[in-house]
């Protein structure tokens, strides 16, 4: 039995699973549309298609180093229950491993190299699954790359340095990045706009105080604070959180001045949305369902 573009269209809306899942499907089934259905509900893929409008807001940050290739990814899922789990721990991992391993640009990418085992996960543990975000870095013998994992997962850290630095002190300082949450590493990196941003604002909190100082006086005033702005956004510029008594700066330059090359934190679920639970209109729509006799 054959089959056409049209089929693959209307399994694909039947299940919700992708279009080329659909044609293999349709394929194996020999165009036979509730065999093919079948196939996809037996792969796991009609599941993972009810939960396509669900919102996966909690997971984990993971990370994966190997030799001189690291990499950080979030994956994330419906509930910190099944986030804590280890078939969703080794899920990730597993996808953490192939980023190390395989060249690949973008999530999408990733995803559609690991479609089975999604799927196979999404049906073990019955929700959804998002793979969100990953970095990775390749380094060579002049530099060398490590990670830090916080709070099993909710905060992670990749971080690059000179191949001198020990490993104790890559380590503080990627304690320090997910402590002290720095954008930049030092405040050359730090755009001018975003300086310029800060001085407009900190200039118009001056102005807008009960008694304004005179212009000269606030403009010393913002040089002062944007000193401390660099504190706050500089990797290097921020007191050290095993010894407040030093910098970051003053840190590396104990340990021979090796230097920061780059880091990435992510904040698990940061930006996303989080499911919202109205249980008094959960409770008054089950009531009006039951009022209309539907």
């Not at 279009?19 to 349709?26: F, G, H, R, T, Y």
């Not at 990045?177 to 310029?196: D, F």
């Amino acid at each position: 039995m054959s089959f056409t573009a049209k089929d693959v269209m209307k399994l694909r809306e039947q299940t919700g699973v992708g279009m080329m899942d659909c044609k293999k499907a349709l394929t194996e089934a020999d165009g036979d549309m509730e065999q093919a259905v079948e196939i996809l509900r037996k792969k796991g893929m009609a599941t993972s298609a009810k939960r396509a409008d669900k919102i996966a807001s909690q997971g984990v940050v993971s990370a994966c180093i190997k030799g001189n290739v690291g990499v950080l990814v979030e994956v994330n899922c419906e509930s910190d229950f099944v986030a804590r789990g280890e078939q969703f721990k080794s899920f990730v991992d597993k996808i953490a491993e192939y980023i190390v391993a395989n060249d690949v640009e973008d999530v999408a990418a990733v995803v559609a190299a690991n479609q089975d085992l999604l799927h196979e996960t999404i049906a073990k543990i019955g929700e959804k699954i998002e793979v969100r975000r990953f970095v990775k870095y390749v380094t060579d013998d002049a530099h060398k790359v490590d990670s830090y994992i916080h709070m099993g997962g909710k905060i992670g850290v990749l971080v690059e340095m000179d191949a001198q630095a020990s490993d104790e002190l890559i380590h503080d300082v990627a304690l320090q990045i997910a402590a002290a949450n720095p954008k930049y590493v030092t405040s050359a990196e730090v755009p001018a706009e975003e300086v310029e941003h800060e001085k407009e604002i900190l200039k118009a909190q001056a102005l807008n105080e009960a008694k304004p100082k005179p212009l000269n006086i606030i403009e010393k005033m913002i040089e002062g604070r944007i000193h401390k702005f660099y504190k706050e956004v500089c990797l290097v510029e921020q007191p050290f959180v095993k010894d407040a008594d030093k910098t970051v700066a003053q840190l590396l330059k104990e340990h021979g001045g090796v230097t920061v090359v780059k880091f990435t934190r992510y904040t698990m679920g940061e930006g996303l949305e989080k499911k919202q639970e109205d249980l008094a209109a959960e409770v008054e729509a089950q009531i009006n369902k039951a009022k209309s006799g539907n």
